[in-house]
């Protein structure tokens, strides 16, 4: 049967990727390596919009979460976690584990923080080094609104630290001009790559923050060793270069189209999944949704892990349940980085025939047109 990956992570990765994977080891310290490291690195910073460095980490996106926190903030200093679900709650989480005060503003799952919120956290802690926030928070299908976050927060001495794993290259994202200090994403969501690497971008402000931390609790992930290094093209340790060797595939994809293109072309992924789901009468789950996936509630007698498991077993169409106690209650569709509208069609018509033998009352044919509109239209 035909595998469709239509989860938030890993993705799909192009065939033309796949195949450099495939190419005999090479050595990494090399006037080659250099430069493809170099290229890469240079393809990111317009991925990210950024003039910024942008340096690469060998871990899966956590890796750079971690070494924006550890290098930044020493222990005992002061973070403010803006948390819309569970990766919100992981920033929470690396604060506790280097000892860092995380204050926490929370809102309920489905829900955005809103940018009064973060105005008021930074009102009453004046001290805060860092403010930490999601760009797509892939547990709920949530958008934050990063530009009007960056405003408020450069007004102060915070720096601004944005968890983009998702987000970055599914949704509209400029690093420089929304004023993120600290950008980090992974390649395994909407870079067109296997799991393996994990960049960030540090802006003059972090790095002056990153300077003043007597204390940056991390060997692996030292930031200023690693910016060092990056002077001539090299990484402190063995890099996962084949990794970037395919990479340098995929970013030439990505700027091919184009960043601009990209946005706009995922808004209209997003408009076709939304309007297909919620023409068979399904829920959006998110208040503020984003446009690297789609998450509806699932109807009172439908248990979502029964659902996916029917998609993936007759279809081997593979999206995601929730995590916790979301589990069983939603489903998401991810619909970033190598995934065209022909698949959103695919999964939209698979939940149809689905929900139908599950006894749900269907139209079969009313989402998949609903979405086919979205695409029709100009
Ligand atoms: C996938 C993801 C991460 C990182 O998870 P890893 O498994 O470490 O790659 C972090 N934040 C968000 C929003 C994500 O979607």
């Known amino acids: 049967m035909k595998q469709r990956l239509l989860t938030p992570g890993p993705t799909p990765v192009p065939e033309e990727t796949l195949l450099e994977l495939a190419k005999p080891m090479i ?24 003039k910024n460095p942008v340096i690469p980490l060998t871990s899966s996106g956590s890796g750079a979460l971690e070494a924006a926190l550890a290098n930044s903030v020493p222990a005992g ?3 403010i976690c803006l948390i819309a679900g569970r990766f919100g709650e992981r920033w929470k989480n690396i604060a506790k584990a280097f000892g860092i005060e995380a204050v926490v503003v929370t809102v309920p799952y489905g829900q955005a923080v809103q940018p009064s919120q973060l105005e008021a956290a930074l009102a009453e802690h004046s001290d805060a080094i860092a403010v930490c926030s999601t760009l797509s928070e892939t547990s709920t299908g949530v958008g934050h609104d990063v530009a009007v976050f960056g405003k408020i927060v450069a007004k102060t001495a915070a720096i601004l630290i944005v968890d983009a794993v998702s987000g970055l290259g599914a ?31 540090v802006s003059d402000k972090a790095w002056q923050t990153i300077e003043k931390n007597p204390n940056p ?7 200023k060793k690693a910016k060092k290094n990056l002077e001539t093209n090299d990484t402190p340790y063995t890099p996962a270069h084949t990794l970037i060797r395919a990479m340098r595939v995929s970013t030439k994809k990505i700027l091919a189209e184009g960043m601009e293109a990209i946005w706009a072309r995922q808004s209209k992924y997003a408009a076709a999944a939304r309007a297909g789901l919620q023409a068979l009468g399904l829920e959006l789950f998110a208040a503020q949704p984003n446009t690297a996936l789609t998450v509806v509630k699932m109807p009172a007698n439908i248990d979502s892990t029964v659902l996916l498991t029917k998609l993936e077993k007759q279809f081997g169409l593979k999206l995601a349940n929730g995590q916790d106690t979301l589990k069983g209650k939603i489903i998401r569709l991810a619909h970033m980085g190598y995934i065209d509208q022909f698949d959103i069609l695919a ?12 006894g749900h ?8 047109t609903a979405a086919q509109r979205v695409f029709a239209a100009r």
């Open 171 to 201: 949704m509209e994202c400029r690093t420089d001009e929304w004023n993120i200090d600290i950008n980090c994403t992974g390649s395994q969501k909407a870079l067109m790559m296997p799991p393996g690497l994990a960049f960030l971008s």
């Open 27 to 50: 050595f990494h310290r090399t006037a080659e390596f250099r430069a493809m490291l170099g290229e890469v690195l240079a393809d990111l910073q317009q991925i990210f919009v950024t």
């Open 217 to 223: 609790r991390t060997f692996y992930f030292d930031l």
């Open 77 to 79: 200093g002061k973070v």
């Open 347 to 358: 999964a939209i018509s698979g939940v149809e025939i689905a929900l139908a033998e599950m």
């Open 361 to 368: 009352p269907v139209e079969l044919g009313k989402g998949l």
